[in-house]
């Protein structure tokens, strides 16, 4: 009797009103929970979705206003790059879906308002943390960051005439000169990539003969741009290369 009573002067006492999401549970207590308070706490989770970590409202407790989630700043002539890593960094953080338009804005009434209020201000914090100041300006007085967004996106997404000239222009131009093999390969390659992105119209995936005989035209089109900036010490290997049926 007296060891019962012992235990139940040292147990804390737990009011009704209580909320056990708002105590955390250490290991050995989870191991301990009932199944049915358990059930309570997923239950929980899925009428607070910020508890949730595959929720786009969980915010992890590094997550701050101040972060820079890419290294690039985007200065206006480096958008392609800066997109796609952006994209990357903000899909790992399953924020993506509050610039790409899948999470709309809810309405103030709605429960969930203030959460996603949070969760929007916190990714348009981040993308004026990684812009330079004179775009910075431009952006900031947007109220959803999908608007940031989508302004970002056709003020600079490189799919105008000039700057296509400008890439085939430096393709053609670009000799191998004083570059090891693989440096000289490397930056042709990203000439071909950023030349690709400017891209208006996007081909849905297809297997029919015409298009492969597109992809085919491309890849040669490459080939030849790359020998013809090789060294003269490669001709004899150039010549080779032109002449392998089938081509390498």
């Known amino acids: 009797?007296?060891?019962?009573?012992?235990?139940?002067?040292?147990?804390?006492?737990?009011?009704?009103?209580?909320?056990?999401?708002?105590?955390?549970?250490?290991?050995?207590?989870?191991a301990m929970?009932?199944?049915?308070?358990?059930?309570n706490i997923r239950d929980r989770s899925l009428t607070f979705p910020i508890f949730d970590?595959?929720?786009?409202?969980?915010?992890?407790?590094?997550?701050?206003?101040?972060?820079s989630i890419v290294t690039h700043v985007l200065d206006g002539t480096n958008y392609n790059n800066w997109s796609i890593a952006m994209q990357m960094s903000l899909d790992a953080k399953n924020?993506?879906?509050?610039?790409?338009g899948s999470l709309p804005r809810p309405d103030i009434a709605d429960n969930l308002f203030k959460i996603w209020?949070?969760?929007?201000?916190?990714?348009?914090?981040?993308?004026?943390n990684v812009v330079?100041?004179?775009?910075?300006?431009?952006?900031?007085?947007?109220?959803?960051?999908v608007e940031m967004w989508n302004d970002l996106y056709f003020r600079?997404?490189?799919?105008?005439?000039?700057?296509?000239?400008?890439?085939e222009q430096s393709i053609m131009t670009l000799k191998q000169e004083n570059l090891d093999l693989s440096t000289y390969y490397t930056k042709k390659k990203m000439l071909w990539v950023q030349l690709a992105n400017t891209r208006t119209t996007t081909v849905k995936r297809c297997n029919c003969d015409h298009?492969?005989?597109?992809v085919e035209e491309v890849e040669t089109s490459r080939i030849i741009q790359f020998l013809m900036g090789l060294n003269k010490s490669f001709f004899n290997i150039r010549g080779q290369i032109l002449n392998m049926k089938p081509r390498p």
């Open 53 to 67: 970590v595959h929720s786009p409202f969980f915010l992890h407790s590094a997550d701050h206003p101040g972060l």
């Open 132 to 145: 330079n100041k004179e775009i910075y300006g431009s952006i900031m007085y947007y109220e959803d960051a």
């Open 211 to 214: 298009v492969k005989e597109l």
């Open 156 to 167: 600079f997404r490189v799919s105008n005439l000039p700057r296509k000239y400008q890439l």
């Open 117 to 128: 209020s949070r969760c929007n201000n916190m990714v348009k914090a981040w993308l004026l």
């Open 1 to 30: 009797m007296v060891k019962q009573g012992w235990k139940e002067r040292g147990r804390t006492p737990i009011s009704p009103n209580q909320s056990l999401i708002s105590t955390p549970l250490a290991a050995n207590e989870i």
């Open 33 to 39: 929970t009932p199944h049915h308070e358990m059930t």
């Open 95 to 100: 924020k993506l879906s509050f610039v790409d």
